[in-house]
């Protein structure tokens, strides 16, 4: 399966070439096959993550000093960018603090607010870098898309087979430009393994406006709610939505079925999912190689765990049961919620 990855919010990178051996040793003692390190082609190849399109991962910055936190609270340039990509071009380094994003303020913004600005700017992204200035950087997405969509009878079928950089526009724009008005909507997620956590969030937001799509918890109980944004919906309420999930179904496919299911958008369809409820944190390393590594688990908005038990299945099979079966669950939901 792979992970739920959260490339833009893994910390700084604190560790020299001297302890990167030291640190393999010591990930094999934590017993968890989602923990690795990642040969430098893998890491590369890893950037389909990326969600602004620019070869470098961005995090809240990590002060490795308790003196240190003059940057505090600032965005930072994570990982070495990626060898002939638009950052590295347009001069961006790894340890860059990033003061504004196209003239918005970064201080005390997550990652996730941070790629949302960059998202809605354009196919270019202007940093304010500390001790640099401003940099503007094309934004350029150099792997394919994973979605494909057919329409018939008013019945708009979206098949996704991984979550990247592409899924949200490419999801919208199917939906946008549709000839006739969707009334009915299936997101096929069988066989997808998962991507970027949050990709998942994107695109649940062209269905929900400022809800809340999964819940994220540490490994010292601490929690953080994700929302979606507020602007991006594109579904009415009235659109019936099925989710079809089998056992391929892992991971940001969850992330984004179980945030439909418990908002009362969708019914969910199929067999039992795979059940990873993981999150991995990306960092760059100095020679190249990426530490992936499990930072947290979600669950989703109702609370459920989906680690080892996958997403609650409303009934198997959407031909067997008709549409009638998912307006029945999804009012029954909303009944529910008053």
């Known amino acids: 399966m792979e992970d739920?990855?959260?490339?833009?919010?893994?910390?700084?990178?604190?560790?020299?070439?001297?302890?990167?051996?030291?640190?393999?040793?010591?990930?094999a003692t934590l017993n968890d096959k989602y923990t690795r390190i990642l040969p430098p082609s893998q890491y590369t190849s890893i950037q389909k993550y990326d969600l602004i399109g620019i070869g470098c991962l961005l995090s809240p910055y990590v002060s490795t000093h308790p003196l240190d936190d003059v940057n505090a609270g600032y965005i930072t340039i994570t990982s070495t960018p990626v060898s002939g990509s638009t950052g590295e071009k347009s001069g961006l380094e790894k340890g860059?603090?990033?003061?504004?994003?196209?003239?918005?303020?970064?201080?005390?913004?997550?990652?996730?607010?941070?790629?949302?600005?960059?998202?809605?700017?354009?196919?270019?992204?202007?940093?304010?870098?500390?001790?640099?200035?401003?940099?503007?950087?094309?934004r350029k997405f150099d792997f394919k898309s994973k979605v494909t969509t057919s329409l018939s009878s008013s019945v708009l079928t979206i098949s996704l087979k991984e979550f990247n950089g592409k899924s949200y526009s490419d999801i919208s724009s199917a939906i946008l430009s549709s000839p006739t008005v969707p009334d009915k909507i299936i997101i096929d997620l069988r066989g997808n393994g998962g991507g970027s956590f949050q990709s998942a969030i994107d695109v649940a937001s062209i269905f929900l406006s400022n809800s809340l799509a999964a819940t994220v918890k540490d490994g010292k109980g601490e929690t953080l709610p994700i929302k979606t944004p507020?602007?991006?919906?594109?579904?009415?309420?009235?659109?019936?939505?099925?989710?079809?999930?089998?056992?391929?179904?892992?991971?940001?496919?969850?992330?984004?079925?179980?945030?439909?299911?418990?908002?009362?958008?969708?019914?969910?369809?199929?067999?039992?999912?795979?059940?990873?409820?993981?999150?991995?944190?990306?960092?760059?390393?100095?020679?190249?190689?990426?530490?992936?590594?499990?930072?947290?688990?979600?669950?989703?908005?109702?609370?459920?765990?989906?680690q080892k038990n996958g997403v609650p299945i409303d009934f198997e099979s959407l031909e067997k049961e008709g549409w009638k079966k998912v307006e029945e669950v999804i009012k029954e939901c909303r009944a529910e919620r008053k």
């Open 96 to 138: 860059d603090v990033i003061l504004k994003v196209n003239d918005y303020d970064t201080k005390g913004k997550t990652a996730m607010e941070v790629v949302n600005l960059i998202n809605d700017g354009g196919s270019t992204v202007t940093f304010d870098v500390k001790g640099k200035g401003p940099l503007t950087v094309d």
């Open 4 to 27: 739920g990855v959260a490339p833009v919010q893994a910390p700084l990178n604190p560790f020299s070439n001297s302890d990167q051996k030291s640190i393999k040793k010591v990930l």
């Open 230 to 306: 507020s602007d991006k919906k594109i579904v009415n309420d009235n659109t019936l939505v099925d989710v079809m999930v089998d056992g391929g179904t892992a991971s940001a496919s969850e992330v984004l079925t179980g945030a439909l299911r418990d908002n009362c958008v969708s019914a969910t369809s199929g067999t039992r999912s795979f059940g990873k409820g993981l999150i991995q944190g990306v960092y760059g390393l100095d020679d190249g190689e990426g530490l992936v590594i499990t930072v947290a688990e979600y669950v989703t908005p109702k609370g459920t765990r989906i």
